[in-house]
């Protein structure tokens, strides 16, 4: 049974070789210098870091409209934007889903500095916007 086992897992090395050295990727922001680019000049989130906001979701908004609405210019991943959106509102998206988000409720817009302390686990004070504090990290695994 185990040279059976052994053959299949060489096997599946050989056949598929990305599946058995996935190795972690982190996303890192850019300066806050290169943030501020043409068109994103009048943008709090761009302006200060540390601002953040709220917004009433209507009938028929979708998560990605809001975060080009109020993140457009960003320094991070539109993946990362969204995660952090769905963990601080899980009240708003049915079962914690971001494609199942629910008309009538107001969702938190996290400053872009409460992204990074997220991301690096830098204080404690990043999980004051977040309503389930835990003890997750954020890996993002591909290539």
């Known amino acids: 049974m185990s040279k059976m086992l052994f053959k299949s897992m060489i096997i599946s090395l050989i056949l598929f070789p990305s599946f058995s050295f996935a190795e972690p990727v982190i996303v890192f922001p850019r300066t806050p210098s290169s943030l501020v680019t043409d068109g994103n000049t009048n943008n709090p989130f761009i302006i200060d870091e540390n601002y953040s906001s709220t ?3 209507k009938r028929g908004d979708v998560l990605g409209g809001i975060i080009r609405k109020y993140y457009d210019g960003a320094s991070l991943d539109r993946n990362v934007l969204h995660f952090g959106i769905v963990r601080a509102n899980r009240h708003a998206f049915r079962g914690g889903n971001g494609n199942f988000m629910l008309a009538g409720k107001k969702i ?3 400053s872009i500095n409460n992204f990074r302390d997220m991301i690096f686990r830098r204080t404690e004070e990043s999980e004051n916007w977040n309503q389930d ?9 591909g290539n």
């Open 55 to 57: 917004h009433l979701v």
């Open 108 to 110: 938190k817009l996290p």
């Open 133 to 141: 504090v835990d003890s997750t990290n954020i890996y993002f695994f």
